[in-house]
């Protein structure tokens, strides 16, 4: 039987409440305390696992949207016909924002902090970085497959990611906004229209 790693489950845990207090206070309104306290743990267990509120982050970072990006791209390998596959990277991307809203906004709050500190900035463009090349290896098929019009793969992962981005924000910043389901619709068909030939 494997045993228990007690340290891993309290530096979890620390992330996910890091998680919920950024997403509900703000980093900059989040303190270390708060964070001990929230998580039921002292603080020496906190600096104990993170050497500073900005390592905190990218844990939180790391493990939230590393996670959610290899486990699309995952999901997508089960599609074998380009199209369905592009299809299910809108739906399955738009639908995370629907599922864990509170990622979205330390997102944002990451991002404010990209000006500023250089390793947060190489982060941030590994992430997107990583989105880009799965987004354009399905465009690739496509074209292979002589489905789609003959683009740019890359550049057409970045146009099809920033509208997908774009419609995220949106709703995390306004869910009365629009009818989520319906652009959901319309971003699919834009990007089908976009890449048929």
Known sequence: MARLNIHEIRKDEVVR??????????????????????????????????????????????????????QLHQSLQEWDDPVEKLRNLVRLSLRETMRDKEIYYVHFDYWAKISWNDEIREMNAQFYDFARDWTAD??????????????????????????????????????????????????????????LK
């Open 138 to 195: 399905c465009v690739r098929g496509g074209i292979e497959a002589g489905v789609f019009k003959q683009v740019d793969p890359r550049d057409a992962a970045t146009l099809i990611n920033s509208l997908l981005i774009g419609i995220q924000a949106q709703h995390a910043f306004d869910e009365e906004a629009f009818d989520f389901e319906r652009v959901a619709e319309m971003a699919e068909k834009a990007v089908l229209d976009y890449l």
């Open 17 to 70: 409440v890091a998680t919920r207090l950024v997403a509900r206070k703000g980093w900059q309104n989040t303190t270390l305390a708060d964070i001990a306290r929230e998580a039921n743990v002292s603080l020496g267990v906190i600096t104990y696992h993170f050497a500073n509120k900005d390592e905190i982050i990218r844990s939180v970072m790391e493990k939230y949207v590393g996670e959610n990006l290899t």
